[in-house]
């Protein structure tokens, strides 16, 4: 690829799904970030939020992890992350990664928020606990579903398992996996990844 990548946002963050899918693509990129840049005007600039991640290239300003993680992709040629469009494999792929945003991540997400604001915890323990029954369901269904084969699309490691991993390994941390021996299995497969060694 001729022009520079530049990512901003690095960490545990969502932005690890894009320095993991750059790894794994073999890709160079520059990487930016610093104390105050969320919400900083030169990050809102790029992002309507100002939020991490986001990916320049060239003319092009991409935000939201997923959405960057395929158009890398999609402009590597020979890569073997995601099928091509109109495929069954990218549409199954399509599938898990807005099933594990809506059914998981979101709940997760609101609980995080929850967590910053300094309310009674009688205020927020059943709005927790809806969060963590609802994540589980979601989780439940990568469980069944992660039992029977080692990736999520097949036998064979793809995009949707950065994307999706990194939600399962937020629930970990969550401590939503520990009756979900599957999930367990299916992340440390993942932690065994050379490519994502320098990021979790």
């Not at 520059?30 to 991490?52: C, F």
């Not at 091509?84 to 979101?106: D, I, K, M, Y």
Request: glycine share 8%.
């Amino acid at each position: 690829m001729s022009e520079q990548i530049t990512i901003y946002g690095s960490g545990g963050n969502r932005a690890a799904r894009v320095a993991w899918t750059v790894n794994e693509l073999g890709l160079e990129a520059s990487y930016r970030h610093y104390d105050g840049m969320i919400g900083s005007d030169e990050l809102r600039r790029l992002h309507p939020q100002a939020k991490i991640p986001v990916m320049q290239i060239g003319d092009l300003v991409l935000f939201e992890s997923a959405a960057i993680c395929q158009h890398l992709c999609d402009i590597t040629p020979g890569q073997h992350l995601m099928a091509p469009v109109g495929t069954a494999q990218r549409s199954l792929h399509n599938q898990w990664v807005s099933f594990a945003q809506s059914e998981v991540e979101a709940y997760l997400w609101h609980s995080f928020q929850m967590g910053r604001l300094e309310m009674a915890e009688s205020a927020t323990a059943a709005a927790l606990e809806l969060n963590r029954h609802l994540a589980g369901a979601g989780l439940d269904a990568f469980e069944q579903h992660l039992a029977k084969q080692d990736f999520l699309l097949n036998e064979q490691f793809s995009l949707a398992d950065i994307i999706v991993g990194w939600t399962i390994n937020w629930s970990r941390k969550s401590g939503l996996l520990e009756t979900r021996p599957a999930l367990q299995t299916y992340l440390a497969k993942l932690f065994d990844r050379p490519q994502v060694a320098m990021i979790w």
